[in-house]
């Protein structure tokens, strides 16, 4: 078993520009006291189970599967109801921040991720790195589905 533990926040300006990104497409199979996803980047796909967050960490199993499997399940299970992003990982102070820069729907959102190694880890922060989300749900990209970017109340 392993977990994830990560921080997110909001990004301030365009710090993804000189940096290569990857375009992700992503449909969840299940959503209730445990997360299912399917992800597919280039002619990668993998399947990953999340638990339930509990401060800012979670359970995480993941398992690479083909991507024509993965691209059937996204098809049969979501249709179109799919999160488009593009990741640019840049490397900041011995750690590597993921930028999702979202279209579609949530276009116009822009979230930096830090993996941690445990929940006391300190990373400096990034002069890009805005407001922090870690723990505001509706930034969770199942629940940007439901409710997309910019929240309407």
Not at 31 to 60: N, P, Q, Y
Request: proline share 5%; hydrophobic share 35%.
């Amino acid at each position: 078993m392993s977990k994830e533990i990560e921080r997110k926040f909001m990004v301030k300006g365009e710090p993804w520009l000189d940096h290569k990104g990857m375009k992700i497409q992503q449909g969840y199979i299940a959503k209730s006291h445990s997360t299912v996803r399917i992800r597919t980047s280039e002619k990668k796909a993998w399947l990953t189970i999340k638990g339930k967050t509990k401060g800012i960490s979670r359970t995480e199993f993941e398992y690479k599967i083909p991507i024509e499997d993965a691209n059937a399940m996204l098809d049969e299970f979501c249709g179109i109801q799919r999160i488009v992003k593009t990741r640019y990982i840049i490397p900041y102070e011995g750690y590597n921040w993921e930028v999702d820069v979202f279209e579609g729907q949530n276009a116009g959102l822009v979230i930096a991720e830090v993996e941690l190694e445990s929940e006391s880890d300190t990373p400096k922060l990034p002069e890009w790195v805005g407001e922090e989300v870690t723990f505001d749900a509706r930034y969770y990209n199942s629940k940007l589905l439901r409710n997309p970017w910019p929240f309407k109340f």
